[in-house]
């Protein structure tokens, strides 16, 4: 990711954050609405859920950017991965990661004004970066 990537992630970051409750309930009306079958791997408390998942964005989003470009790389993969062995637990299969980075853009581009094709294409190779890290987390988790 370029810096000025890693700029408007970490600012979009911030407005998360602010706007936490709008963003999380966005991202699951978007993530049961395209793939209903996934609603079967959230418990019921959904606040507690929402608060889950803007920590955990919360803290790659900081590891991916700090220092803008030099980042917390350790602690992104340690993170990442670890979210990855935890998912499989869950139930989540590789299937389910496409809708969930359709989910995460469709909630951001909901609460960052002037949400651009610079934002998307930013957040979609942050995505990919934390999906292919926690793959291998799931990986390990199921091959150890």
Known sequence: MTPD???????????VRTDAESFAVEFYDTLFE???ATRELFPDDRVAQRGKL???L???????TASRGVGDLGAFVE???DLGR???GYGVTGADYAPVGVALVG??????????????LA??????????????????????
């Open 86 to 88: 935890r998912h499989v």
């Open 54 to 56: 803007v920590n955990e």
């Open 107 to 120: 909630a951001l581009r909901g609460v960052v004004d002037g949400w651009d094709a610079a934002h998307e």
């Open 58 to 64: 919360a803290f790659l989003v900081d590891a991916a």
């Open 5 to 15: 990537e890693l700029e408007l992630i970490a600012a979009d970051g911030e407005i």
């Open 79 to 81: 993170r990442a991965r």
């Open 123 to 144: 957040w979609t190779k942050l995505f990919r970066l934390i999906s292919d890290v926690m793959r291998e987390g799931a990986a390990y988790s199921v091959a150890g």
């Open 34 to 36: 395209i793939a209903p």
